[in-house]
T-cell receptor, first 112, second 113 residues
Framework: NAGVTQTPKFQVLKTGQSMTLQCAQD?????MSWYRQDPGMGLRLIHY???????DQGEVPNGYNVSRSTTEDFPLRLLSAAPSQTSVYFC???????????FGSGTQLSVL | GQQLNQSPQSMFIQEGEDVSMNCTSS?????WLWYKQDPGEGPVLLIA?????ELTSNGRLTAQFGITRKDSFLNISASIPSDVGIYFC?????????????FGKGITLSVRP
């Protein structure tokens, strides 16, 4: 089992560029989520999905877009990158209740 | 919103020592979890706690769900170099899949050989 796979591992963008961070899981988990991690800030929830076709906003959703067309995939889109979006991004999935998240290995994004 | 407090931000211990961390909140949680993040990796679940007063062990790690449901503790005994990393606590108010987790800011643990 690959678990939760994130690509790319590293990315550098210029301000205003757009890109999509990919996330895929092979555990048939219904719940998937995106977090960003900044120094001294812990993990903050960006968007989440409780199943295919259902998404909702987390704590810091501005500047990000998500969709969930399949159970396996949950991409995160930056429509117009800003330096404030420089961060490490983690995708996570869980089978359901209990808060047991399985995290990907992260994408380190720098916006210049 | 809900906040979890973890302090200090960093801890430095000698190999072989025990270390304790706590996590406090002004809100009640139904689930407490502890995660560890190795450098360059995503967090990995260490221990999950589901009942007030519950004490659960995972090898050298022991965690407790506070009886007030507003705090949790993690103890690491006989530390080793591979214990280095960031330790996050997390709380969940509900029990459904859409009950979002609230994470603490993490404690960075350094172990001197």
């Amino acid at each position: 089992n690959a678990g939760v796979t994130q690509t790319p591992k590293f990315q550098v963008l210029k301000t205003g560029q757009s890109m999509t961070l990919q996330c895929a899981q092979d555990m048939n988990h219904e719940y998937m989520s995106w977090y960003r991690q900044d120094p001294g800030m812990g993990l903050r929830l960006i968007h989440y999905s409780v199943g295919a076709g259902i998404t909702d906003q987390g704590e810091v959703p501005n500047g990000y877009n998500v969709s969930r067309s399949t159970t396996e995939d949950f991409p995160l889109r930056l429509l117009s990158a800003a330096p404030s979006q420089t961060s490490v991004y983690f995708c996570a999935s869980t089978p359901g209740t209990g808060g047991k998240l399985f995290f990907g290995s992260g994408t380190q994004l720098s916006v210049l | 919103g809900q906040q979890l407090n973890q302090s200090p931000q960093s801890m430095f211990i000698q190999e072989g020592e025990d270390v304790s961390m706590n996590c406090t909140s002004s809100s009640i949680f139904n689930t407490w979890l502890w995660y560890k993040q190795d450098p360059g990796e995503g967090p990995v679940l260490l221990i999950a706690l589901y009942k007030a007063g519950e004490l659960t062990s995972n090898g050298r790690l022991t965690a407790q769900f506070g009886i007030t449901r507003k705090d949790s503790f993690l103890n690491i005994s006989a530390s080793i170099p591979s214990d280095v990393g960031i330790y996050f606590c997390a709380g969940q108010g509900g029990s459904g899949a859409n009950s979002k987790l609230t994470f603490g800011k993490g404690i960075t643990l350094s172990v001197r050989p």
